[in-house]
T-cell receptor, first 114, second 113 residues
């Protein structure tokens, strides 16, 4: 099976712009989660989607949004970018068929905000 | 907010030595997982231990869990240069969703050949 893919892998934007990141989960996985990783704050949970519904949202401002499509692919959007949004954004998928499902992570999208 | 705290923050050892990393967490958990990350890349799942388990092995990895102390340790035996990476513990709160992992800040392991 192909792993989790994320596009683009690298992105450079300027303050005030918006950005959309994409994640394709492992085939058959219906759960997709997003995480932000920065040197200062570490790995922080952004959102979790299951069957096109947002199940959980982390403590991030409303500028961060996401969605999941019927094929389980997910996108996250950050509007009005700030310098502090520079981070590695990681997507993870799982099947959620049992109580101990592993999350499989993609390689991440490195976002730099100038 | 971070659930887990790993220590040490950084660890440097020689190839062949054992590496031990510790993780503490704050709330009741469903399970605890360890992940590895190579230099700013994606996370790789290493091992999961359930809250009713005390010890688990996988190859050169040994994980222990002490729910009374809210702590876990990861032991890598006979380390190799390829084990150089950052290691993170992650928890799911008791009753929490599987897709909402709470990560510690990680231990950066350097294995010198």
């Amino acid at each position: 099976k192909a792993g989790v893919t994320q596009t683009p892998r690298y992105l450079i934007k300027t303050r005030g712009q918006q950005v959309t990141l994409s994640c394709s989960p492992i085939s058959g996985h219906r759960s997709v989660s997003w995480y932000q990783q920065t040197p200062g704050q570490g790995l922080q949970f952004l959102f979790e989607y299951f069957s096109e519904t947002q199940r959980n949202k982390g403590n991030f401002p409303g500028r961060f949004s996401g969605r999941q499509f019927s094929n389980s692919r997910s996108e996250m959007n950050v509007s009005t970018l700030e310098l502090g949004d520079s981070a590695l954004y990681l997507c993870a998928s799982s099947s959620l068929t049992s109580g101990t499902d592993t999350q499989y992570f993609g390689p991440g999208t490195r976002l730099t905000v100038l | 907010s971070q659930q887990g705290e790993e220590d040490p923050q950084a660890l440097s050892i020689q190839e062949g030595e054992n590496a031990t990393m510790n993780c503490s967490y704050k709330t009741s958990i469903n399970n605890l997982q360890w992940y590895r990350q190579n230099s700013g890349r994606g996370l790789v799942h290493l091992i999961l231990i359930r809250s009713n388990e005390r010890e688990k092995h996988s190859g050169r990895l040994r994980v222990t869990l002490d729910t009374s102390k809210k702590s876990s340790s990861l032991l890598i035996t006979a380390s190799r240069a390829a084990d150089t990476a950052s290691y993170f513990c992650a928890t799911i709160r008791d009753g929490g969703s599987q897709g909402n992992l709470i990560f510690g800040k990680g231990t950066k392991l350097s294995v010198k050949p």
